[in-house]
Nanobody, 122 residues
């Protein structure tokens, strides 16, 4: 009932910056938390960042804290992930997710986007 579409992923050199976008549509009125996750080839999908849709509370994985910023534009139903000082280990498919709970953990999310590839070259 909620559709999520990520965009913005591309090849970028280490040290560069990139902004990912996630547009939510459908029955978004029940969404409490929006999150970003990433999954590298052969690895588990892991938490990157999350924010409360209405109140702006944020959480970040230690690996991205200080480099990534999650933000929302409520009017556009869009969540952004601003990434800076990118490292090769940031290379992954990045997924946007929506949860009906005030919980940023992976299993709390009900809806997922298709992902957008971010590749950081060294």
């Amino acid at each position: 009932q909620v559709q999520l579409v990520e965009s913005g992923g591309r090849l970028v050199q280490a040290g560069g910056s990139l902004r990912l976008s996630c547009v939510a549509s459908g029955r978004t009125f029940s969404t409490v938390t929006m999150g970003w996750f990433r999954q590298a080839p052969g690895k588990e999908r892991v938490f990157v960042a999350a924010t409360s849709w209405s109140f702006g509370l944020t959480n970040y994985a230690d690996s991205v804290k200080g480099r990534f910023t999650i933000s929302v534009d409520n009017a556009k139903n869009t969540v952004y992930l601003q990434m800076s000082s990118l490292k090769p280990e940031d290379t992954a498919v990045y997924y946007c997710a929506a949860s009906n709970l005030p919980d940023h953990n992976l299993n709390a999310y009900d809806y997922w986007g298709q992902g957008t590839q971010v590749t950081v070259s060294s």
